[in-house]
């Protein structure tokens, strides 16, 4: 089994009035290669008749968002053409690549009726060679994503994309980038083989799990070291895990606000691309 090396509690980070928890960066784990940054907004509930989500209109180049909608729900709109509202367990799949300007706020009906909700963003790398690609989206309801029960039903899991469990996940990304959430009633148990050179991205986003054999709970980010190729889970209450693994990039990482790319030039260029318009305009 991979040994653990750290748990990092998430850091209380509100944006407005929207509860949101830093899991990644924070000031104990900079990044886990190519997982940059995730963000766990709630859980809360919104009033009748409010302003919903804050993010309008902003820049992103050289990574990927995927956005994973609990409760409540995100309306998206990017200078790509793309648009959607995707509710409770659905995704967002989001390559920025060369740059694009996107928005992701409430729908209308959600700020007019209110109710609670719970998104998780995490960022992940690209590759030096796929910064500049055409960007992409995709967005997918809870139905259009494979789900896997095992451990005779304790354990479902939401295959959002590589493999699991024999089943492919829903989003095929341009590097293997494995990802899926992760459903166990108490009691249940997951037994799952990743090679000991991939990087895990572990984050109970509810309930309290014992992994490897050590115990832990909503909000934290667990890091493991890459020494083993098993990792054992059990619920010791109902939970909700977000679980992804990949290979290391091993390549420089440069972040500055929305951009992440590998030199400080490629940064320079992205602000001046920006500023040009060449992210597209944006049209509400």
Do not use: C
Request: net charge negative.
């Amino acid at each position: 089994m991979r040994t653990i090396k750290a748990q990092h509690r998430a850091q209380s980070a509100p944006i407005a009035d929207l509860v949101t928890y830093r899991a990644l960066p924070t000031n104990a784990v900079q990044h886990l290669d190519p997982f940059l940054f995730l963000n766990h907004h709630g859980p809360q509930v919104y009033r009748p008749h409010n302003r919903g989500l804050p993010f309008g209109p902003h820049p992103h180049r050289g990574f990927e968002t995927v956005t994973f909608i609990l409760e409540g729900d995100i309306m998206h709109q990017d200078t790509g053409g793309h648009q959607s509202i995707i509710g409770p367990g659905g995704i967002q799949w989001m390559t920025a690549g060369r740059g694009l300007i996107h928005a992701e706020v409430s729908s209308p009906e959600f700020k007019r009726t209110g109710g609670p909700l719970e998104i998780l963003q995490l960022w992940v790398n690209l590759p030096a060679k796929d910064k500049m690609v055409e960007p992409r989206y995709i967005g997918l309801q809870e139905p259009e994503i494979p789900h896997v029960a095992l451990d005779e039903g304790r354990v479902t899991v939401h295959a959002v994309s590589g493999e699991w469990a024999g089943t492919a996940g829903a989003v095929t990304p341009l590097a293997d980038i494995q990802l899926a959430t992760i459903d166990f009633r108490q009691g249940g148990q997951l037994h799952l083989p990743i090679p000991a050179e991939r990087t895990v991205f572990f984050y109970v986003i509810r309930g309290r799990l014992r992994v490897n054999g050590q115990e832990t709970e909503a909000r934290r980010l667990v890091e493991f070291n890459y020494d083993g190729d098993e990792l054992q889970v059990e619920a010791l209450d109902d939970a909700v895990l977000l679980l992804g693994h990949a290979l290391p990039f091993q390549e420089p990482i440069l972040a500055h606000g929305p951009f992440v790319m590998n030199t400080e030039q490629e940064i320079r260029e992205a602000y001046q691309d920006y500023q040009a318009g060449k992210f597209g305009t944006w049209e509400e």
